[in-house]
């Protein structure tokens, strides 16, 4: 079981930025694609970014060089950094984990989401 704990939203103001934090239980890199979803009032979860055991990143086409995926294995905590914020990506932001779980017999896979972090932007 993979535990996941998001910090560092909050309230800014537009053009401003914010380092979102989900720390891990554990060393998990190796074997979960991490990523970032959000969810707006009213609207269905999307996702934003994601970072895959090999370090590839992908990103929302409404997010792309504005917002910045990465994940520290020491700490392991993976991290968005997002920059030039817009009111639009106001939002409850999820840390998604999903993990491939092989033996010599059998891949299973799990799926985790923390708890989420609210980010709001004022115009």
């Known amino acids: 079981q993979v535990q996941l704990v998001e910090s560092g939203g909050g309230l800014v103001q537009a053009g401003g930025s914010l380092r979102l934090s989900c720390a891990a239980s554990?060393?998990?890199?190796?074997?979960?694609?991490m990523g970032w979803h959000r969810q707006a009032p009213g609207k269905q979860r999307e996702l934003v970014a994601t970072?895959?055991?090999?370090?590839?990143?992908n990103y929302a086409d409404a997010v792309k060089g504005r917002f910045t995926i990465s994940r520290d294995s020491a700490k392991n905590t993976v991290y968005l950094q997002t920059n030039s914020l817009k009111p639009e990506d106001t939002a409850v932001y999820y840390c998604?984990?999903?993990?491939?779980?092989?033996?010599?017999?059998?891949?299973?896979?799990?799926?985790?989401w923390g708890q989420g972090t609210q980010v709001t932007v004022s115009s």
């Open positions: 970072i895959t055991t090999g370090s590839n990143t």
């Open positions: 554990g060393s998990i890199f190796s074997i979960c694609a």
């Open positions: 998604n984990a999903v993990c491939t779980y092989s033996t010599i017999s059998s891949v299973r896979r799990g799926d985790y």
